[in-house]
């Protein structure tokens, strides 16, 4: 069972990184991952589809997250871009711009109605990324805007079997603190 888990995690974080190197040549994905805010703005005022997918089925808001450009996100939501949209791999612009430590893209983002709680196809949520990634400010965020600790991924891990597990003793005492079962 436990080579299965590290299986997965492993084909997970191969699918987060190959998604955050991602970076589409043209459109609004395009423009976003490039964090050009002019070009955006004339894609939108031309009438481009901001939910437009670009490769693994990112989206410009995604690539606006991972990136850190709160600008761009901003607009992009202000625009009607859904929050909530998920890539390929399920994944949401929350969960990129918790994994990238962006806390004004991850704030901007709950403000919007972000799904904290949103799972990933491997059942992956933003606190789990955050736990493993040692991200503790993220954590904290995710913890004070409800975020479920005790939930489980497609292998039954928690977000504090992930920090026990990759020795994240912060992030691990934040998450028992907030009432993580064992």
Known sequence: ???GRNFCLWAVLFIV????CA????GLPGASARGDAEGVNSLIARGADVNETGEYGLTALMLAARGGRSDIVMK??????????????GLT???FAVRAG???AVLKLLTAAADVNAQSKSGLTALMLATVGGRTAMVQILIAAGAD??????????ALMWGEKKGRK???KMLKDAGAEE
């Open 76 to 89: 992009l939501i202000s625009s009607g871009a859904d929050v909530n949209a998920q890539s390929n791999a």
């Open 17 to 20: 990184l190959v998604a955050g």
């Open 23 to 26: 970076a589409p040549k043209g």
């Open 93 to 95: 612009a929350l969960m």
């Open 1 to 3: 069972m436990r080579c």
């Open 149 to 158: 600790v005790n939930a489980r991924d497609r292998n039954g891990m928690t």
């Open 102 to 104: 962006h806390s004004d």
């Open 170 to 172: 912060k992030a691990v």
